[in-house]
């Protein structure tokens, strides 16, 4: 069998990405077209987040942090904030999502309820009055909160590689207030004690004081979850920004090079306010893989191991040292370095479906650095208007 060749591989998931960037540049329209079906995906040469990364990377498979283009790759990112009353509250990604059963689809396909989903981090659907998805090119799909509870079975979404990708909308908008569908989704902002902001009846849009179309978060004082965030039984309890690493945390003394000072990880969980008392089990996420899982007693024992340290031009996305025991079994795994998007702690909960490890490597890497969110993520095709 001839294998393939590695610049081949990647070339392919280029043209992939950028038609998927072109289909989503056309996704404005008042009907939803007819669902393509949905099969069960091959199993992929890279596990299923990093996959979509390697496509994104110059030739020498490695992303460059001051590179110009920086910016621009980081718009296939998948982080797509949550934010309530112009406050980010969560990511809707398949990697952060609190603990929902989905509805299983003919095929493998996949959907899951925006009422639970909302529910599940912490919103209180009775109290919302308005829910606005933000697509591509600043349009925006909206619910009202009477029209989520009065039928919230209706308005399903899911991530368009099944268990990983970019979210989707996926309800009928007949007879809604606001008939518009976005398709993607780039962003979500729930209203409950704020006003909801008007949505241009035309343009579809949230309009600036300079009359065309903003891609700002009504609200917001313009804080954004870039680092790496810790969620509590689907509720995110904080991220990490370097200005919150204190020397408090640190173990042993600081390295010459700040980026290299460790630092302890359940006292950074400590300095979020998160009680370690009764956690059941431990997740670590590089994007949408799980890259290391652990009990809460034996995560607690391994503490003096799992450290971590704040690497440069991450934004605050931190390299934790995962002991061996935590990772995917294969021969020969020992404690290895990874990025880490986020930090899943089970207390109340239990995931539905254990996930699949995946083993750290530079690609589970790449998924951390290509998933930050970035202002650019909102603007995406503005300049096609």
């Not at 008939?179 to 009846?201: D, L, Q």
């Not at 003096?304 to 025991?325: I, M, S």
Request: hydrophobic residues 40%.
């Amino acid at each position: 069998m001839h294998s393939l060749d590695p610049l081949m591989v990647v070339g392919v998931a280029r043209q992939m990405v950028v038609a998927g960037v072109l289909f989503g540049a056309l996704a404005c329209s008042k009907k939803t077209p007819e669902p393509a079906s949905e099969v069960k995906a091959a199993t992929p040469a890279l596990p299923p987040a990093a996959a979509a990364a390697a496509a994104a990377v110059g030739g020498d498979g490695r992303l460059d942090p001051n590179d110009p283009k920086h910016g621009t790759r980081k718009l296939i990112g998948l982080d797509a904030p949550v934010f309530v009353d112009g406050t980010q509250v969560a990511v809707l990604r398949a990697g952060e999502m609190p603990v929902l059963t989905p509805i299983e689809l003919e095929g493998g396909g996949k959907r899951y309820k925006v009422y639970d989903y909302l529910k599940g981090i912490g919103v209180a659907p009775e109290s919302i009055k308005s829910v606005h998805f933000h697509g591509n090119n600043d349009r925006i799909a909206s619910l009202e909160g009477s029209e989520l509870r009065k039928e919230k079975d209706r308005f399903l979404f899911s991530y368009i590689s099944g268990n990983t990708g970019t979210p989707l909308q996926k309800w009928d908008t007949d007879n809604l207030k606001n008939e518009f569908v976005i398709h993607e989704i780039r962003r979500v902002t729930v209203y409950v004690k704020k006003a909801s902001p008007a949505i241009h009846p035309t343009r579809q849009c949230h309009l600036g004081p300079d009359g065309d179309c903003t891609d700002e978060i009504p609200y917001s004082d313009g804080r954004i979850a870039k680092g790496t965030r810790v969620y509590v039984d689907g509720k995110m309890v904080g991220f990490v920004k370097r200005r919150s690493v204190t020397d408090a945390m640190m173990l042993g003394a600081a390295a010459p090079d700040p980026s290299e000072t460790k630092y302890a990880v359940a006292k950074l969980l400590e300095g979020m306010g998160v009680d370690a008392t009764g956690i059941k089990s431990v997740e670590l996420m590089a994007g949408d893989d799980v890259i290391a899982r652990a009990t809460g007693d034996r995560f607690a024992a391994l503490a003096p191991q799992t450290h971590f340290t704040l690497p440069k031009h991450q934004h605050g996305k931190v390299r934790v040292h995962v002991p061996a025991e935590l990772q995917a079994k294969a021969p020969g795994v020992t404690d290895r370095d990874a990025l880490v998007s986020a930090v899943l702690l089970y207390k109340e909960t239990t995931p539905v479906k254990q996930r699949d490890l995946v083993a750290i490597s530079e690609d589970t890497d790449l998924s951390v650095q290509l998933a930050a969110i970035d202002d650019a993520r909102g603007r995406l095709g503005r300049g096609e208007q």
